[in-house]
């Protein structure tokens, strides 16, 4: 009963947030967070540099997804200084594959693919677990069940990118079809749930000139499609059904990335179907073939207040406090955008 009141917290929390953010982040106040005064101009002028709101979602989405793995492993019985330095090994290896794989599909230096950073972690996240269990097995003799492990990783994930969502809606970025542009049963079935984006700094107005009119809601769905299975798949772990934890959230994440693809307008690469979908496809193959080769073994038995505990570990909260700050750095300094900062002296306040 305690696993499904806090699945149950959880799904109105992340409800909550996404009203919110479905409603608002489309406008141009929300694409922009900070400019910080950089380069002094000739005269009173600064060149600033732009902190945007889809860094400050991307670090919430990396943290969060890191919060949830290390609660369920820890509710599984995994010792906390293996599950650390997994969860450095994670980031510190997909966080860059993101630019990387954008880099060489899309052609361009100043943008990242969850997609490739999601493929990336599925395909290499065994082995890492199987290199850190070899380790600690020399000095510590503990051993990390790699099953347990991927299908934590693999609800993370799910949460993380749903979260993330929010990140693209505020730059304006992965959007949807224009709805006039759809068929007319999507026009009808759509018409009232269409994104609107306003500002002519977002990715949507400068690359395709979409800012100001109705588009397919894509960030929005994923958003719900990702936080749900997110959610199947934390019960399913702490009732200690890794197996299939693992393989329906990483099959339904996969093949929606596949299926939403169809509906986006923003440039994934060459061809009718993108490096992004393959790499989609393949991710389920894994995720099957990995399901077998690292059948479940742990005890079902899950202690989620163990979980919870550990939350208020000072090494958990500083390794949290950590990957959002780089995270936010990483991606929120803005390269697409540049600002002019000035400053005065408001008189009747003196």
């Given at each position: 009963?305690?696993?499904?009141?806090?699945?149950?917290?959880?799904?109105?929390?992340?409800?909550?947030?996404?009203?919110?953010?479905?409603?608002?982040?489309?406008?141009?106040?929300?694409?922009?967070?900070?400019?910080?005064?950089?380069?002094?101009?000739?005269?009173?002028?600064?060149?600033?540099?732009?902190?945007?709101?889809?860094?400050?979602?991307?670090?919430?989405?990396?943290?969060?997804?890191?919060?949830?793995?290390?609660?369920?492993?820890?509710?599984?019985?995994?010792?906390?200084?293996?599950?650390?330095?997994?969860?450095?090994?994670?980031?510190?290896?997909?966080?860059?594959?993101?630019?990387?794989?954008?880099?060489?599909?899309?052609?361009?230096?100043?943008?990242?693919?969850?997609?490739?950073?999601?493929?990336?972690?599925?395909?290499?996240?065994?082995?890492?677990?199987?290199?850190?269990?070899?380790?600690?097995?020399?000095?510590?003799?503990?051993?990390?069940?790699?099953?347990?492990?991927?299908?934590?990783?693999?609800?993370?994930?799910?949460?993380?990118?749903?979260?993330?969502?929010?990140?693209?809606?505020?730059?304006?970025?992965?959007?949807?079809?224009?709805?006039?542009?759809?068929?007319?049963?999507?026009?009808?079935?759509?018409?009232?749930?269409?994104?609107?984006?306003?500002?002519?700094?977002?990715?949507?107005?400068?690359?395709?000139?979409?800012?100001?009119?109705?588009?397919?809601?894509?960030?929005?769905?994923?958003?719900?499609?990702?936080?749900?299975?997110?959610?199947?798949?934390?019960?399913?772990?702490?009732?200690?059904?890794?197996?299939?934890?693992?393989?329906?959230?990483?099959?339904?994440?996969?093949?929606?990335?596949?299926?939403?693809?169809?509906?986006?307008?923003d440039y994934r690469g060459e061809g009718d179907i993108s490096v992004y979908q393959i790499l989609s496809l393949i991710s389920v193959g894994l995720a099957i073939v990995y399901g077998i080769l690292?059948?479940?073994?742990?005890?079902?038995?899950?202690?989620?207040?163990a979980g919870l505990a550990a939350m208020w570990n000072p090494s958990v909260i500083i390794l949290l406090q950590s990957i959002f700050a780089a995270i936010f750095i990483y991606t929120g300094k803005?390269?697409?955008?540049?600002?002019?900062?000035?400053?005065?002296?408001?008189?009747d306040r003196i």
């Open positions: 009963m305690q696993h499904l009141l806090f699945v149950a917290i959880l799904a109105l929390l992340l409800t909550l947030i996404m009203r919110w953010g479905f409603k608002h982040l489309p406008d141009e106040k929300w694409q922009i967070l900070a400019s910080v005064p950089r380069i002094k101009h000739d005269g009173a002028s600064w060149a600033g540099i732009n902190f945007t709101f889809y860094g400050f979602f991307s670090a919430c989405a990396y943290t969060f997804a890191s919060a949830i793995l290390i609660l369920l492993l820890e509710s599984a019985g995994v010792s906390l200084t293996p599950l650390i330095l997994l969860t450095v090994c994670v980031l510190g290896i997909c966080v860059p594959a993101s630019k990387v794989i954008a880099r060489i599909v899309e052609k361009k230096s100043a943008t990242f693919t969850v997609s490739g950073a999601s493929f990336i972690g599925i395909a290499v996240t065994p082995f890492i677990v199987i290199a850190i269990n070899a380790a600690s097995k020399t000095f510590t003799g503990f051993s990390m069940p790699v099953m347990t492990i991927m299908a934590a990783l693999s609800t993370a994930y799910a949460f993380g990118e749903g979260i993330g969502r929010l990140a693209c809606i505020s730059f304006g970025c992965c959007y949807g079809r224009r709805l006039s542009e759809c068929p007319a049963w999507v026009q009808r079935l759509m018409g009232g749930a269409c994104f609107v984006f306003s500002g002519k700094t977002k990715k949507i107005a400068y690359s395709h000139g979409l800012d100001g009119q109705k588009v397919l809601p894509v960030q929005a769905a994923t958003s719900l499609i990702f936080c749900t299975i997110g959610l199947i798949g934390l019960y399913l772990f702490l009732e200690g059904y890794d197996t299939a934890a693992f393989i329906l959230t990483v099959c339904i994440t996969q093949i929606w990335r596949f299926v939403s693809e169809l509906f986006r307008a690292f059948p479940a073994a742990r005890s079902p038995v899950t202690d989620i207040a803005s390269r697409v955008t540049a600002s002019i900062l000035t400053f005065h002296v408001v008189q």
